[in-house]
């Protein structure tokens, strides 16, 4: 999958699990992001939540920035940003 690919099925697969998100990518200095954020500033991702999106992005063969690995149960409510390999 390529960029905007990966962006598409994270939105369609956050619809079908009914996490309301927006998905956004960004090209930075030559890296691909998809960014995972809540539809509203005053919102947070529950644990749960954020343990699916994590998986889901480690499953495509995402990193965090400069490489890390994702850890899922760490966690994020705030927004989640996913350096995206060509998958």
């Known amino acids: 999958m390529n960029h905007k690919e990966t962006a598409k099925y994270i939105r369609e697969?956050?619809?079908?699990?009914?996490?309301k998100a927006r998905v956004q990518m960004q090209v930075l200095c030559g890296a691909k992001f998809v960014e995972v954020i809540p539809p509203t500033a005053n919102d947070d991702f529950s644990i749960e939540e954020s343990r699916i999106i994590k998986t889901l992005a480690k499953g495509l063969g995402m990193t965090h920035v400069q490489g890390l690995e994702?850890?899922?149960?760490?966690?994020?409510?705030?927004?989640?940003?996913?350096?995206?390999?060509?998958v």
């Open 13 to 19: 697969y956050l619809k079908v699990m009914e996490i």
């Open 70 to 86: 994702i850890v899922i149960d760490q966690y994020t409510a705030v927004r989640h940003s996913f350096v995206c390999g060509e």
